[in-house]
Structures are given as C-alpha cells and as structure tokens.
C-alpha cells in the first residue's frame, strides 16, 4: 500500500510563490509515476501536472504552463510543485497521486494512491 502526505499549502498573496511538497512511503517511489491534482470550491477535481518516474517527462494543463514545474527527488521519495505567480483562480485544495507506471498520465482515472489534499488560498 502507498501513502502520500502533502504538505507546503498556506495563504499567499497574488504574484507569490509556493512550494508544495508529496512524500511518498510503502512501496518503491521510483516505480511510480505521480501527478498533481486540485480542487476548487464548487468544481470538479482538475489535473495540474504529471511526472514520470524517472523525471524525463512532464506534462501540465495549459492554465499552469509556465507558473508551475513539478520535480521529484527519488532519493527523498518526494515529489514537488513549485508554483509561482500565484492568482486567486488557483485556490484549491491540492492533492497528489501515484500510479504504478513508469509514464506520466493526465487523467485522475490513471492513479490508484491519492493523498489527503493541502489547502492553498491566493487572496487578491
């Protein structure tokens, strides 16, 4: 069974930067390819951006391209989002994911493991 454990959300103001972190725990991360996910008040859970696991590869929603890079460190067994000029529209409720595969993949039906959520408010 994996376990994942994010953490890093907070309140930030507009422009601000913010780094989300996933620990992944009870299976080997490096056979995991992971993702990152959110959830505003009133939507649909919405994917952000996928990694494979060897880091070769990413992917993201086009309303993050350029603003947000996820990483991962296999060492640590943690996979990042760092997220810059923040803006009110991306509040939301963070979640990571992991799928057993060595490809990244965009669609919330691909991951099997999914973390508790970090709560990130962007106030104008």
């Known amino acids: 069974q994996v376990q994942l454990v994010e953490s890093g959300g907070g309140l930030v103001q507009a422009g601000d930067s913010l780094r989300l972190s996933c620990a992944h725990s009870?299976?080997?991360?490096?056979?995991?390819?992971m993702g990152w996910f959110r959830q505003a008040p009133g939507k649909e859970r919405e994917f952000i951006a996928a990694?494979?696991?060897?880091?070769?590869?990413?992917q993201y929603t086009d309303s993050v391209k350029g603003r947000f890079t996820i990483s991962r460190d296999n060492a640590k067994n943690t996979v990042y989002l760092q997220m810059s000029s923040l803006k009110p529209e991306d509040t939301a409720v963070y979640y990571c994911?992991?799928?057993?595969?060595?490809?990244?993949?965009?669609?919330?039906?691909?991951?099997?493991?999914w973390g508790q959520g970090t709560q990130v408010t962007v106030s104008s």
């Open positions: 994911a992991a799928r057993y595969s060595r490809a990244n993949y965009p669609g919330q039906s691909g991951y099997t493991y």
């Open positions: 009870g299976r080997t991360f490096s056979d995991y390819a």
């Open positions: 990694i494979s696991s060897s880091a070769r590869n990413t």
